[in-house]
């Protein structure tokens, strides 16, 4: 089996494509001219240079694939530009692009890796999201989410007019290789540094990277094309992932909890302060104080159901996080 791989430089990237190799996979994967490599430079695999956005690549790149699992994306809650055009590019041309490649190349099928940033949900009691809660593009704060969601909708397009194309949804995985890091990854970097003095009321699904990774390969194997599939882990609020790596690293947690307002207030001045005038990426952004209002719970009951995939405790993906950024120099 040879399968083509985007965004294996990556944090969910890497994992997908180790798991692949580990099953025997012949593996050709899509890397930037500017891409760091260290996530697989264990791998035996051939790299293919190019860019999403470049169509006639992606199908010379596809030829004689089996399978594609498409998992780059633009993953960033804070972009210099407002308009987030980059984004756009990346999120939405580029699964455009790559779908179509696909098809002209006569890929068997196309496993999209989505988020759960894209489902609905309606309210901030927690109550865990499924793939069927309704939810629009009005729905979606900032361009990060936004683009997911149009790149999805030309996924779930393309699986209802016959393309094999399913989707899978991971929630916020943790665990090694987070290279960039993720937004979630700095959460966990900023508590190492001690830069998590107050907390706010909002919860995430955490995932480890390694079984979200094995969802993938089990969509291959077992999804119905056109279906969306939520890849997760435990319910956690803030609180709890703080008190989880505190009595992991013996680092004190955080006892003040702020509200929403206040944290929304620090996040428009770190935007205009860091941001506009500094040219720097800011801790905080409005976009995340604004996801925040909600509790982002999930159910994988439908990936448990149909793919055989496995809900893991996340305290071990949460204990080889810290242990990666600590060796690789990302903690002082």
């Known amino acids: 089996m040879l399968a083509f791989v985007t965004g294996a430089t990556g944090f969910v990237g890497s994992h997908v494509a180790k798991q692949l190799a580990a099953r025997g996979a012949d593996l050709r994967l899509l890397v930037r001219p500017t891409s760091r490599k260290e996530n697989i430079a264990a791998l035996k695999a051939e790299h293919v240079t190019g860019d999403l956005r470049d169509a006639a690549s992606l199908r010379r790149a596809m030829e004689g694939c089996e399978f594609v699992f498409h998992v780059a994306a633009d993953y960033r809650l804070w972009t210099p530009d407002p308009q987030g055009k980059e984004m756009y590019a990346a999120n939405v041309e580029g ?72 989707i899978v949804n991971p929630t916020t995985p943790v665990g090694e290789q987070d290279i960039k890091p993720t937004p979630t990854g700095r959460i966990i970097l900023d508590f190492l540094k001690g830069n998590f003095p107050a907390y706010v009321d909002t919860g995430l699904n955490l995932a480890d990277v390694t079984e979200v990774a094995n969802g993938h390969i089990a969509a291959m194997e077992l999804a119905v094309p056109g279906q969306r599939y939520i890849l997760g882990g435990q319910d956690l609020t803030l609180k709890q992932i703080l008190d989880k790596l505190a009595a992991m690293t013996g680092l004190p947690s955080p006892t003040m909890k702020v509200p929403h307002s206040v944290a929304l207030g620090f996040a428009v001045f770190d935007e205009i302060f860091t941001g506009r005038i500094r040219g720097r990426e800011p801790r905080a952004t409005i976009d995340a104080v604004r996801m925040g209002r909600k509790k982002m719970f999930a159910s994988s009951a439908k990936a448990e159901r149909e793919l055989g995939y496995k809900v893991a405790p996340v305290d071990d993906a949460l204990k080889r996080a810290v242990e990666w950024f600590k060796a690789n120099g990302y903690v002082g």
Do not use: W
């Open 95 to 166: 699964t455009k692009a790559i779908i179509e490649a696909a098809q002209q190349a006569g890929v068997r099928r196309v496993v999209y890796c989505s988020s759960v940033a894209t489902m609905g949900f309606a309210t901030s009691n927690g109550r865990p999201v499924t793939e069927d809660d309704p939810v629009t593009l009005a729905e979606m704060i900032g361009h990060y989410k936004r683009s997911k969601f149009m790149a999805e909708q030309i996924a779930l397009e393309a699986g209802k007019n016959g393309a094999n194309v399913v």
